[in-house]
């Protein structure tokens, strides 16, 4: 019998099985379900892959998670930039009040003197920052930070990814908070979501009480000719597929794909992003410079890290007691991750662990697929896959099947939207 086959059991496959009302089939080549949304226990520990909160705006989608978790806790965010060892309340261009008084003359001077340059988010992101923000911002916190986050040349990469996920004060409020403490909440993640037990792979949990997943089952092979799937060792006919890895795989995985789609595939770059979960043991808790600090930003370059999380501060449940559970973020463009064998040895040096604590375990997760890199060729590249694809009724969604910077509520809407469209169709 035919059926929809969904390639990937993470969250937008999981919800995308999850909606749909005609057969189907989750392909998952992991032997659990989860993808990037897994959380892993050691020593007490509850781990994700990397900082796995949840935003939400959309009250249906909450209610839809919370069920499904067991039950979520709403968070007022605490993070902070970590600069010249001193820390300024995220986002960095609305609370320069707290730079030291040199920094901070930069940073207003920089604002006052922007050309006047009509900004775009098609511009490359080096000059829309100095167009958005001024000269000093970018400087000290757009430029750095993001060069190490993206790992790629910030004169090659648009701002499109930008949107909601970077705040925009007016220049008003900008010169502003160098003299008076900002009172707004930048962002969208200005508050955010995490499951009360189990991190976010309660959520996955949730899912997979109401679905069917066949684990340890890789798709190698997508013959469009004669709509068939093949693993390792079945074969799967199928109606549509909804594919929700990464999109260059699924490319190669599709048998006699033309040419121009085979280019377009190899023209789309992404981040590739360890994280290092480190589990510690201390009877005095976590240190003071992490107090009630939910994740740090760190744009210089002493730092071979650009963030670090601290999950108990999520979540007292992650860590046992008198202990704290923190993730360390590393960026690369080819999976070489320089210094990050040092990681623990930087964090005390830093301050952030102390000499005394005990490291109780420490969990490396590497993620070949992390941050889409938004350049030239994305945009009509996608258009060719796309195109390609929607006329061999494969539908490719989620964060690293559309390519696309997204967030675990669009993801949901989105293999919902694509569910219902297939629901819809003449069998």
Same mark, same amino acid.
């Not at 970077?166 to 995490?194: L, T």
């Not at 509520?409 to 169709?425: G, V």
């Given at each position: 019998?035919?059926?929809?086959?969904?390639?990937?059991?993470?969250?937008?496959?999981?919800?995308?099985?999850?909606?749909?009302?005609?057969?189907?089939?989750?392909?998952?080549?992991?032997?659990?379900?989860?993808?990037?949304?897994?959380?892993?226990?050691?020593?007490?520990?509850?781990?994700?892959?990397?900082?796995?909160?949840?935003?939400?705006?959309?009250?249906?989608?909450?209610?839809?998670?919370?069920?499904?978790?067991?039950?979520?806790?709403?968070?007022?965010?605490?993070?902070?930039?970590?600069?010249?060892?001193?820390?300024?309340?995220?986002?960095?261009?609305?609370?320069?009040?707290?730079?030291?008084?040199?920094?901070?003359?930069?940073?207003?001077?920089?604002?006052?003197?922007?050309?006047?340059?009509?900004?775009?988010?098609?511009?490359?992101?080096?000059?829309?920052?100095?167009?958005?923000?001024?000269?000093?911002?970018?400087?000290?916190?757009?430029?750095?930070?993001?060069?190490?986050?993206?790992?790629?040349?910030?004169?090659?990469?648009?701002?499109?990814?930008?949107?909601?996920?970077?705040?925009?004060?007016?220049?008003?409020?900008? #010169?502003? @908070? =160098?003299?008076? $403490?900002?009172?707004?909440? %930048?962002?969208?993640? +200005?508050?955010?979501?995490?499951?009360?037990? &189990?991190?976010?792979?309660?959520?996955?949990?949730?899912?997979?009480?109401?679905?069917?997943?066949?684990?340890?089952?890789?798709?190698?092979?997508?013959?469009?000719?004669?709509?068939?799937?093949?693993?390792?060792?079945?074969?799967?006919?199928?109606?549509?597929?909804?594919?929700?890895?990464?999109?260059?795989?699924?490319?190669?995985?599709?048998?006699?794909?033309?040419?121009?789609?085979?280019?377009?595939?190899?023209?789309?770059?992404?981040?590739?992003?360890?994280?290092?979960?480190?589990?510690?043991?201390?009877?005095?808790?976590?240190?003071?410079?992490?107090?009630?600090?939910?994740?740090?930003?760190?744009?210089?370059?002493?730092?071979?890290?650009?963030?670090?999380?601290?999950?108990?501060?999520?979540? #007292?449940? @992650? =860590?046992?007691? $008198?202990?704290?559970?923190? %993730?360390?973020?590393? +960026?690369?463009?080819?999976?070489?991750?320089? &210094?990050?064998?040092?990681?623990?040895?930087?964090?005390?040096?830093?301050?952030?662990?102390?000499?005394?604590?005990?490291?109780?375990?420490?969990?490396?997760?590497?993620?070949?697929?992390?941050?889409?890199?938004?350049?030239?060729?994305?945009?009509?590249?996608?258009?060719?896959?796309?195109?390609?694809?929607?006329?061999?009724?494969?539908?490719?969604?989620?964060?690293?099947?559309?390519?696309?910077?997204?967030?675990?509520?669009?993801?949901?809407?989105?293999?919902?939207?694509?569910?219902?469209?297939?629901?819809?169709?003449?069998?």
């Amino acid at each position: 019998m035919k059926k929809t086959v969904i390639i990937g059991a993470g969250i937008s496959g999981l919800c995308a099985a999850y909606f749909l009302k005609k057969p189907y089939v989750i392909l998952e080549q992991k032997p659990y379900a989860g993808g990037l949304c897994a959380s892993f226990y050691e020593n007490g520990f509850t781990f994700d892959c990397s900082g796995h909160f949840i935003h939400i705006k959309d009250e249906n989608i909450k209610n839809f998670v919370s069920k499904l978790s067991g039950g979520i806790d709403e968070i007022s965010r605490n993070a902070s930039i970590y600069l010249h060892k001193r820390f300024i309340p995220y986002p960095f261009q609305a609370n320069l009040y707290y730079l030291d008084e040199k920094t901070k003359k930069e940073c207003v001077d920089g604002i006052l003197k922007r050309k006047n340059t009509e900004v775009s988010a098609a511009m490359p992101f080096a000059d829309w920052s100095e167009a958005m923000f001024g000269k000093g911002i970018s400087k000290y916190f757009m430029k750095p930070y993001n060069q190490k986050l993206w790992s790629y040349d910030l004169k090659k990469m648009t701002a499109e990814w930008s949107g909601a996920f970077v705040p925009k004060p007016d220049a008003q409020s900008i #010169v502003k @908070s =160098a003299y008076s $403490k900002n009172k707004v909440r %930048y962002g969208y993640n +200005s508050v955010f979501y995490y499951p009360k037990q &189990n991190g976010c792979k309660a959520l996955i949990d949730g899912l997979v009480r109401k679905v069917k997943i066949e684990l340890g089952e890789k798709a190698s092979k997508i013959d469009i000719k004669n709509k068939t799937v093949y693993t390792q060792n079945k074969r799967y006919k199928y109606d549509n597929i909804i594919s929700t890895q990464g999109l260059p795989g699924l490319i190669k995985q599709i048998s006699n794909v033309p040419l121009s789609v085979k280019e377009a595939a190899s023209k789309l770059v992404c981040t590739q992003v360890r994280c290092v979960n480190i589990g510690v043991k201390s009877s005095k808790g976590a240190p003071e410079i992490l107090k009630n600090r939910h994740w740090i930003y760190l744009p210089e370059t002493s730092f071979s890290f650009y963030r670090i999380g601290v999950y108990s501060n999520v979540n #007292v449940n @992650s =860590a046992p007691d $008198k202990s704290y559970g923190l %993730y360390v973020e590393f +960026s690369s463009a080819a999976g070489k991750y320089k &210094n990050s064998e040092n990681v623990i040895k930087d964090l005390i040096k830093a301050g952030f662990i102390r000499k005394d604590d005990e490291i109780a375990c420490v969990n490396i997760i590497d993620m070949p697929y992390a941050y889409v890199v938004f350049d030239k060729n994305r945009q009509a590249s996608l258009e060719i896959i796309n195109k390609f694809l929607n006329e061999n009724e494969i539908f490719s969604i989620g964060r690293y099947g559309a390519w696309e910077y997204s967030f675990i509520e669009k993801n949901i809407k989105d293999a919902k939207n694509t569910a219902e469209k297939i629901n819809r169709s003449v069998a």
